[in-house]
């Protein structure tokens, strides 16, 4: 798939005022359409005849019209209106305690601190306080862990804080799904509790990373929660497998795995992150690993798609969103790092970080309790630290990156580079972006079947 930039220019259109086309890339195949994705991240599929008159900056006022739309043509006393950043989702550290010690876990198991039902219910306060004094009408809330369902009471006292407020709010978990047995999945389902169970894979992979706090494997237990949670949510429910330097070269195994022996059709495959907290380091896949990875991952999925069977990895779902609307709708992947901004973590004792995997004290962004704490202080204090300053330099002729923005914050501190880029998200981007651009122009129809109620309409 090849590519080639287009710079701006500047053109007089109907009206008095200047209309600036935004520096964009141009993506072609053998097909009579071009993928057209610009530095703001929004995207536009032209007839290469249209293309040619960007090309030359003659474009017709049917032309015109299109780019204005989708954000292509701009007005120089206009420019792009982008809304206000607000807090919509916040993970709340209810419990440290576990009882699995998985290697590549970044959490530190010398502490088993658990969140009381009085600070679960002041935190509350304070996220319905500021929900209402902005207007937020929608919110989620993840009860994190450890493992949460070793403290279920305070998931309900969670639940029950927010059932009165007004507030639509989605709960989650994020479970090893060992302790559900037939009462919690029911409760769980009662309480309207989204649930996303990790594991990493078949019984092999998953045993080699994932283990009981003892040492002994996990994979049955795991096994029998999946059954006892199917029997209330059945498909509606979510899978996490780390990949690390052990499992990543069975992507397909993996799939096929999740499809034909557990009949889960969503998953999320991320990649390890080596930390200071984890029981063995250096688990991290090379860069050739990653890369052969993510095109296997594409070929594998689009295959099934072909053959009518639907799989949804949330990260590469996540990255055709992104191409077709720039909904900006995930926190890691959408628009860079957004922890600190659109998301935040709390710990047990009301302090206050970007994300859960940034709970070292010094990338403390506040505490929730503090006399002169304001929820809307926080994106700026984020900005203060080092970990979050990404300066482009190297990203400066990347097509994605409006999307990427550097990558993870977190894998850049592990790793300790400041001003060096994700290593990881730009290998996997390099290859996963041009993939999904191939599809869109020869594949509308599998594009659409993937991509839901996202079209991919051309022009």
């Not at 005849?49 to 474009?59: H, M, Q």
């Not at 059709?265 to 990875?293: G, H, M, Y």
């Not at 295959?303 to 609307?325: K, P, V, W």
């Not at 304001?374 to 970990?387: M, V």
Request: hydrophobic residues 35%.
């Amino acid at each position: 798939m090849t590519h080639k930039k287009i710079g701006k220019f500047s053109i007089d259109y109907l009206t008095s005022d200047i209309f600036e086309f935004i520096e964009a890339y141009v993506f072609s195949d053998s097909s009579e359409y071009s993928f057209l994705l610009n530095k703001q991240g929004k995207s536009i599929i032209l007839h290469k005849e249209f293309v040619a008159e960007i090309r030359i900056n003659k474009i017709s006022e049917q032309l015109a019209f299109k780019l204005i739309q989708r954000g292509f043509l701009i007005g120089a006393h206009h420019g792009e209106q982008i809304a206000p950043i607000k807090i919509k989702y916040f993970i709340i550290d209810i419990t440290k305690s576990c009882n699995f010690n998985c290697l590549y876990c970044f959490r530190n198991h010398l502490t088993n601190s658990q969140m009381s039902s009085d600070t679960i219910s002041k935190i509350a306060m304070k996220i319905i306080g500021y929900c209402r004094k902005n207007d937020i009408k929608q919110i989620g809330i993840q009860a994190f862990g450890g493992e949460p369902l070793l403290y279920l009471e305070g998931i309900k006292s969670l639940c029950k804080c927010f059932s009165n407020s007004g507030i639509e709010v989605c709960i989650d978990v994020e479970t090893n799904a060992s302790l559900i047995n037939d009462a919690i999945a029911k409760e769980l389902m009662n309480l309207n509790i989204k649930v996303g169970v990790s594991i990493d894979g078949d019984e092999k992979a998953h045993n080699a990373q994932r283990r009981l706090a003892d040492g002994s494997k996990s994979y049955e237990m795991v096994i029998q929660g999946i059954k006892n949670l199917k029997k209330y949510y059945f498909v509606d429910f979510s899978v996490i497998n780390v990949l690390t330097k052990m499992n990543i070269d069975r992507i397909k195994d993996l799939i096929q795995f999740y499809i034909y022996d557990l009949n889960i059709t969503n998953v999320k495959f991320n990649i390890v992150k080596d930390n200071p907290n984890a029981v063995e380091s250096r688990l991290a896949p090379s860069t050739v690993q990653i890369e052969r990875f993510a095109a296997e991952l594409c070929d594998t999925i689009f295959a099934y798609y072909r053959m009518g069977i639907r799989f949804n990895e949330d990260n590469l779902l996540t990255r055709l969103q992104n191409l077709l609307s720039r909904t900006n709708n995930n926190f890691c992947l959408s628009n860079g790092c957004r922890g600190g901004e659109a998301m935040i973590s709390i710990d047990c004792d009301g302090n206050i970080f970007p994300c859960e995997t940034l709970d070292f004290p010094n990338e403390k962004l506040a505490n929730i309790f503090d006399s002169t704490f304001e929820f809307d202080s926080i994106a700026e204090k984020k900005r203060q630290h080092d970990f979050f300053v990404h300066s482009g330099a190297k990203c400066e002729n990347c097509p994605w990156e409006y999307y990427c923005k550097g990558g993870c914050a977190s894998r850049r501190r592990y790793n300790g580079n400041k001003e060096e880029i994700d290593e990881v998200e730009c290998a996997i981007n390099k290859v996963i972006y041009p993939k999904l651009i191939e599809l869109i122009l020869s594949e509308p129809q599998t594009v659409d079947n993937m991509s839901g109620r996202i079209t991919c309409h051309r022009t």
